[in-house]
Nanobody, 121 residues
Framework: QVQLVESGGGLVQAGESLRLSCAAS????????MGWYRQAPGKQRELVAA???????NYAVAAQGRFTISRDNAKNTVYLQMNGLKPEDTAVYFC???????????????WGQGTQVTVSS
């Protein structure tokens, strides 16, 4: 069993910053990709940012220039630094990890429980 534990969400005012973190634990051989998705009420879940084990990143257009994703491979942890938050960033943010469990090269997709980010005006 693999668990993703998220932290760092909360309520902030527009223009402020938050740093989300997500630590993976369990019988993990390696993690190929870690990322953050978000889902606002009435909308589909969307990619915010993702990062491979080698450090290649991918950002949603809305996140470019404001958000930075990083990871600590030794700790199996991914971070999302969110600066200049806007009310439209309000959503539940989910951590995602694509995990190799040590048998072959099959990747398993795991999700965290989600953490609420609310940005007020």
């Amino acid at each position: 069993q693999v668990q993703l534990v998220e932290s760092g969400g909360g309520l902030v005012q527009a223009g402020e910053s938050l740093r989300l973190s997500c630590a993976a634990s369990g019988s993990i051989f390696s993690i190929y990709t870690m990322g953050w998705y978000r889902q606002a009420p009435g909308k589909q879940r969307e990619l915010v940012a993702a990062i491979t084990r080698g450090g290649t990143t991918n950002y949603a257009v809305a996140a470019q220039g404001r958000f930075t994703i990083s990871r600590d491979n030794a700790k199996n942890t991914v971070y999302l630094q969110m600066n200049g938050l806007k009310p439209e960033d309000t959503a539940v943010y989910f951590c995602n990890a694509r995990v190799n469990l040590g048998v072959g090269d099959i990747l398993y997709n795991y999700w965290g429980q989600g953490t609420q980010v609310t940005v007020s005006s």
